[in-house]
């Protein structure tokens, strides 16, 4: 039986010095196409466990590795001293390197919110990594509406007393689209959220990140990534959108499928932007998608 390396913490340095953080999931020897995970702005790689966790266990068909990345600045990755370096292109500089470092060539990609975006700035610069794509509630178009709802809080957090008080705070910003949480999703969304450091519970990312947002006029029709998006048609896509999501809309689902033939969607029901990857349902969708993808 092949050995399951479990969530290992592993790291890798950038190529401007950066000590980055990954979490690899599921065994090393395989003919299994691999998975990457990208997170979300300000999220980390532990948003993936669960669903990493069936994938490396053989829910796709049969035991893969998963390797799923913490942005710089974020989670157990090294903070930035410049927070302009906490750009999409120079991510994505990041996101090359960490496959150069785990000895990734081609990979299945699921991109959380910016995740996605990452994975349509691969699909136009490095296409041949891509052997399929999931794009976790986030399109060619962003809403209006959702970016300005994310630039209200990120960054902006008030400091929990304790678990319960940070608990408090997630539902008080999420309530209104995540309809039908149990308690003890929501207790692992805010330790997904928040971490203790010192004897104090902080943002798992650097409060830095809400000037990335600062610069972006909401007045003015925001640039869309239709040319990137395209650059998916070739390669096996599913889009998950939450119901309740206010950054998609399920006109741009719409329109994504008619563009790409190739391209399924799922709505996660009762849930917003982004869908938490953390229900059964959900991450059985996940693990049959990336089982067709990759049929062997």
């Not at 950066?18 to 691999?34: E, K, N, V």
């Not at 400091?159 to 999703?185: C, G, N, Y």
């Not at 719409?254 to 982004?274: D, F, I, S, W």
Request: proline residues 6%; hydrophobic residues 45%; contains cysteine.
């Amino acid at each position: 039986m092949t050995e399951l390396i479990t969530g290992a913490s592993r790291f890798y340095t950038a190529r401007d010095g950066l000590r980055l953080h990954l979490l690899d999931f599921g065994p090393r020897l395989t003919t299994a196409i691999p998975v990457v995970c990208l997170p979300g702005l300000a999220r980390t790689a532990s948003d993936f466990e669960r669903l990493a966790m069936a994938l490396a266990d053989g829910a796709a068909g049969k035991p893969r590795r998963v390797v799923a990345l913490d942005y710089r600045g974020r989670g157990a990755s090294e903070r930035d001293k410049t927070w302009q370096n906490y750009d999409l292109r120079v991510e994505n500089d990041d996101v090359l390197d960490m496959l150069t470092a785990a000895g990734v060539e081609r990979a299945i990609f699921i991109g959380t919110s910016r995740g996605g975006l990452h994975i349509m700035l691969t699909a136009a610069m490095r296409p041949t990594l891509l052997h399929g794509a999931v794009l976790n509630d986030i399109g060619p178009v962003i809403e209006t509406k959702g970016l300005a709802r994310l630039r209200g809080y990120i960054g902006k957090l008030p400091e929990p007393r304790h678990w319960s008080d940070a608990v408090d705070i997630a539902k008080s910003l999420m309530s209104a689209q995540f309809t039908d949480l149990s308690d003890a999703d929501w207790d692992a969304f805010a330790r997904l959220t928040f971490e203790e450091k010192n004897g104090r519970l902080v943002p798992r990312y650097d409060t830095a990140l809400f000037r990335t947002l600062e610069s972006i006029d909401l007045e003015k029709p925001l640039p869309t990534a239709w040319p990137q998006f395209e650059g998916l048609r070739p390669i096996p896509t599913l889009v998950l959108r939450g119901a309740n999501s206010d950054l998609l809309s399920a006109e741009t689902v719409t329109e994504m499928q008619k563009r790409h033939g190739l391209c399924q969607a799922h709505v996660v029901e009762n849930q917003g932007h982004a869908p938490l990857l953390l229900d059964a349902p959900t991450i059985a969708r996940v693990a049959r998608f990336v089982a067709e993808a990759d049929p062997a």
